[in-house]
Each structure stands twice: as structure tokens, then as C-alpha cells.
């Protein structure tokens, strides 16, 4: 097998293999760049139960109280911690079906769970913006590893788009793909520039 050959068939079945994640990220860009008012979210209890844990400003002992948080509310994986106020501390589960989200108040001994209502823009743009390893969930740890090989792959495909064109004869396609890679680069130095 000669390199121009192993270069076609890396930039087709790696295509083919991350088509879904490619669909996705294209799909959800849209309603990330069309933005529009909407009704906010409505979100419904699951439950309410007793509970207590420390309360510290330290982002080790916070993730730990998450974790607490997360184990009290019957609910498994991944997770981001917050404590916007003295008085609160937040614990949000992204799943894209359901997200579900905890507040803990500690005055109180108080766990509230509660789960989003499904809605297609949310659920689109929450898979556009998922990545990273900080989590600690089996699969958000592979969300975000399939986020990097994709990013990887996409670079492979320009790469190799690029070497496959210049491997055409030297036809009218090759005058187009300059005109092509050309027009392109200058657009976007351009409007970097005015930005």
C-alpha cells in the first residue's frame, strides 16, 4: 500500500467512524449562534432529604462535600460544585437526559434534588459545550476523550485534504483549490482582525 492511499483511507474511515461526533458538533452550533428568548427551564423536585457535611471554601473539600451531595441524592457520576454564598452550596449533574441538579443549605441540614424538563436547545448546546477530565465520571471521561480524538481527527482530515489536493494533476482543480485555500485565509485574518 503506497502513502497516498493510506492517507485516502485514514481521511475516509476516520471520517466514517467519527460522522455522529462531526453531526453533532455541526448541529449544535446553531442554536449556539442563533440565540433567541425562550422560556427558562422548568425544573421539578425529585426530593428533599436531610443532610449534613462540612461547609469549607477550599475547592478539595467542596468537591468532597459534592461527592457527599451526589451519593445522598441516589444519583452517579460526574459532577460541578459550586458555593455561590455562605449559605449554599450547588451541585450540578449534566446529563443531557436529564440534567439534574442539587442544592444543599447547610442552615438548614437541607438537600434538594431536582431534574430538568427536556428541551431540545439545552440538550444541544450542553453536548456542543460538554469536555474536560475534571467531571470524575466514567463516561464523562470518555466524552471528553472522543472530544479529543475528534479535535485531533480534524486536523488530520485538513492535512490530508491538503496533501490529496496537492496530489491532483496539475489541472483546473488545482487553480480552484488555490483560489479556495486563498480566499479562506484571508477572510479569516480579516475579520480577526476587526473583531
Known amino acids: 500500500m503506497n502513502f497516498l492511499l493510506l492517507v485516502r483511507r485514514t481521511h475516509l474511515y476516520l471520517g466514517l467512524f467519527l460522522l455522529p461526533w462531526v453531526i453533532m458538533f455541526g448541529a ?3 442554536p449556539i449562534n442563533h440565540t433567541y428568548a425562550s422560556a427558562p427551564p422548568t ?3 425529585l426530593r428533599a432529604v436531610t443532610f449534613n457535611a462540612p461547609v469549607s471554601g477550599d475547592q478539595a473539600a467542596l468537591r468532597a462535600t459534592g461527592r457527599q451531595m451526589m451519593e445522598a441524592g441516589g444519583v452517579s457520576g460526574g ?3 459550586s458555593k455561590p454564598n455562605p449559605t449554599q452550596i450547588n451541585v450540578n449533574h449534566p446529563n443531557f437526559l436529564p440534567p439534574i441538579r442539587m442544592m444543599y443549605y447547610p442552615g438548614q441540614q437541607q438537600l434538594v434534588v431536582e431534574r430538568r424538563e ?3 436547545r439545552p440538550f444541544l448546546t450542553a453536548m456542543h459545550t460538554r469536555g474536560g477530565y475534571n467531571l470524575d465520571g466514567f463516561w ?3 466524552w471528553a476523550v ?3 480524538i475528534v479535535s485531533v481527527a480534524l486536523l488530520l482530515w485538513m492535512a490530508s ?3 490529496m489536493w496537492w496530489k491532483l494533476p496539475g489541472t483546473g482543480l488545482r487553480r480552484w483549490g488555490w483560489l479556495a485555500l486563498v480566499g479562506g485565509a484571508v477572510s479569516f485574518a480579516i475579520i ?3 473583531l
Do not use: K, M
Open 146 to 148: 472522543f472530544v479529543d
Open 118 to 120: 427536556f428541551q431540545a
Open 28 to 30: 449544535s452550533s446553531i
Open 140 to 142: 464523562d471521561n470518555l
Open 43 to 45: 425544573w421539578t423536585r
Open 161 to 163: 485534504g491538503l496533501f
Open 192 to 194: 480577526i482582525a476587526r
Open 79 to 81: 459532577f460541578y460544585v
